[in-house]
């Protein structure tokens, strides 16, 4: 059974900085594209940025460039998600999603491709 368990999460103030970590079990983690999305009150689920199986990183969404960085640790089988400098639109439900490698940047940026899904973490980020 796969499992991908988010934390790290919690009421920040704004221009702090937090460590998401996503801890996967029941999967080949080394085989698979690690993904970050969050969704925001009301709005749809939105693509963050993902790590892929074979040591590449896509491309950020705009609103995180420069101060959000994601890393993994195939040892661990986790992945993170740095977050600095918060913003009070950083306020979200941080999910983390694991993709097969026939997965590939576009189709990585849209959540329908990603086979599993973490339960999430709030990130509330106060002004």
């Known amino acids: 059974q796969v499992q991908l368990v988010e934390s790290g999460g919690g009421l920040v103030q704004a221009g702090d900085s937090l460590r998401l970590s996503c801890a996967a079990s029941?999967?080949?983690?080394?085989?698979?594209?690690m993904g970050w999305f969050r969704q925001a009150p009301g709005k749809e689920r939105e693509f963050v940025v993902a790590a892929t199986w074979s040591g590449g990183i896509t491309p950020y969404t705009d609103s995180v460039k420069g101060r959000f960085t994601i890393s993994r640790d195939n040892t661990k089988n986790t992945v993170y998600l740095q977050m600095n400098s918060l913003k009070p639109e950083d306020t979200a439900v941080y999910y983390c999603a694991a993709a097969t490698r026939r997965l590939t940047w576009p189709l990585l940026g849209a959540s329908r491709g990603y086979a599993y899904w973490g339960q999430g973490t709030q990130v509330t980020v106060s002004s």
């Open positions: 029941g999967l080949t983690f080394s085989s698979y594209t």
